[in-house]
């Protein structure tokens, strides 16, 4: 295998790993259905064993990851405009790609915004500031920037005000209706950590995540099979026939009628801790 397609897997792997089996050992109040601590170590090893063998990388939108080891990748963008300052920003030189990027920015330009919001939200380049993160992400969203719409969602979904994750919930789902694999994906794993809802909502996690799946995204092929195994805390949704659909499914995959990636990467935020801390 070549190195590079090694390197993305183990990098899949590790995503998947940190978004749907790690969170079952973390405190999140309100967040995690009771049952789900119940998980064993031989289940998260075959879960981490398949994301090895399964898992490939498409270019990033965000998740919910709250582990402290789920980085957030600096801004990329290929030409530009606003590739000088991107390029600084990446090279370690936050300060000039920042001012190379206000100017920029001023003039509505979608890269310079992320990027803006991306050093307010890190506080690299910029003072800290998740109101400062979620009015940049905002207006380069409004320019065109699918990953600024993600972010901006992610910040409000781990807010511990209800306004601010269901204000997160209506921007994913207006992003669903042109890219339903990322956005699905996203929203299913909002309703299963009880995001959204006083209590952990499976039927509508799996709808979403099965929305995101029908869309081509390999990680929510995965999640409904081990949700249909019981694997996450809801024996009553156990369903052989649907989990060996979706494990087949991902066997022999077929193209997504939207375009859409089949692999998110996964992001945590910066800006704001993680919603019932």
Not at 50 to 74: E, F, K, R, W
Not at 152 to 157: F, S
Request: net charge positive.
């Amino acid at each position: 295998m070549p190195r590079g397609r090694a390197s993305g897997r183990l990098e899949g792997a590790k995503a998947a790993f940190r978004t749907f089996i790690a969170p079952a050992f973390q405190d999140c109040p309100g967040g995690v259905h009771p049952h789900t601590a119940a998980v064993t170590t031989r289940t998260l090893l075959l879960a981490l064993a398949l994301s090895l063998s399964t898992a490939t990388v498409a270019p990033a939108a965000v998740s919910l990851g709250t582990g402290a080891d789920a980085p957030i990748a600096p801004p990329t963008v290929a030409e530009g405009p606003a590739k000088a300052a991107i390029d600084a920003y990446r090279e370690g030189r936050q300060s000039i790609g920042v001012d190379l990027a206000k100017p920029l920015a001023e003039k509505g330009n979608a890269d310079a915004l992320f990027l803006l919001g991306f050093a307010a939200e890190t506080g690299q380049g910029l003072p800290s500031s998740r109101d400062a993160a979620l009015e940049y992400y905002k207006k380069a969203a409004a320019a065109g920037h699918k990953d600024a719409t993600y972010r901006r969602a992610l910040i409000l979904l781990n807010s511990k005000e209800d306004k601010d994750r269901q204000e997160g919930r209506e921007g994913l789902e207006n992003a669903a209706k042109t890219d339903p694999a990322n956005a699905g994906r996203i929203l299913g794993e909002a309703w299963l950590r009880g995001l959204l809802s006083e209590k952990p909502d499976a039927d509508k996690a799996a709808d979403w995540w099965s929305k995101a799946s029908e869309a081509g995204d390999t990680p929510s092929i995965l999640i409904l099979a081990r949700f249909y195994e019981g694997a996450f805390g809801f024996p009553e949704k156990t369903d052989a026939k649907r989990s060996l659909e979706r494990r087949r499914r991902r066997q022999f995959p077929t193209e997504s009628t939207n375009g859409a990636p089949r692999t998110v990467r996964i992001a945590r935020t910066a800006t704001d801790p993680t919603h019932g801390d």
